[in-house]
């Protein structure tokens, strides 16, 4: 529980350093092959997958779709996340099990040796980060919920201003309903959610007036999962929309 609250009536959770050991976990492979033809229906095909070696709580792999004609950006899903039910609050049972997904555009350097420099990794340490925090932490992520990074937030690497990351319905697959929920054979209900990431104003503005008055900004800039890293800030005072 928290006892502290935002502008907008929202509680604030400030995670303290993991004190529970390591504890290793095997990937689910009934789980990874559904998520699979699940991310293949909506998506388009899955070109590889990023394995975990070694993993602690639950074994995440990462789906790869690479840009087409249809969809000119990279999706990346995670697999493994719903290993383990999330700690929700009373009234949330139905949303313990969830996935995560990023983009990013076709000209983003996406390799093993790219990903060794943090300006083309952040996004993809983020997606991981956040796919185990529910887990390590024993609390849940939803729609509208914001994760800044420390406290107070700072910059993902030296390529970008954005600061934090914020989950949504996914906005690039065309039937959304039919994508946010999947049935596994376990009667899991599993919910596929996008990552946005956020400048410290955006942030700053959902904590004070809501998600939804972030959400009307960003959709009316035509901010989705689609990472841009060149994109304006809507939050900042005179950002105008033509």
Known sequence: MSNEFSESGQPIYRHTERTREFEFAVENEAALTAISKHVEQHIGPIDYVLHEIISDLIHLDILVVNPSKERNYYTFVTCGMSNLPMTVPEGAEDYKFAELMICLPADWKVSQESFDIEENYWPIRWLKTLARLPHEYETWLYWGHTVPNGDPAQPFAANTSFSGMILSFP????????????????????????????????????????????????????????????????????????
């Open 171 to 242: 906005t690039v697959v065309e039937e959304v309903n039919s994508f946010f929920t999947l049935r596994l054979a376990d009667d899991r209900d599993v919910h596929f959610l996008g990552l946005i990431p956020l400048y410290k104003e955006e942030m700053d503005l959902k904590l004070k007036s809501g998600a939804e008055v972030l959400f009307e900004k960003l959709e009316k800039a035509g901010v989705n999962e689609i990472v841009n890293i060149k994109r304006k800030n809507t939050a900042k005072k005179g950002f105008l929309f033509f």
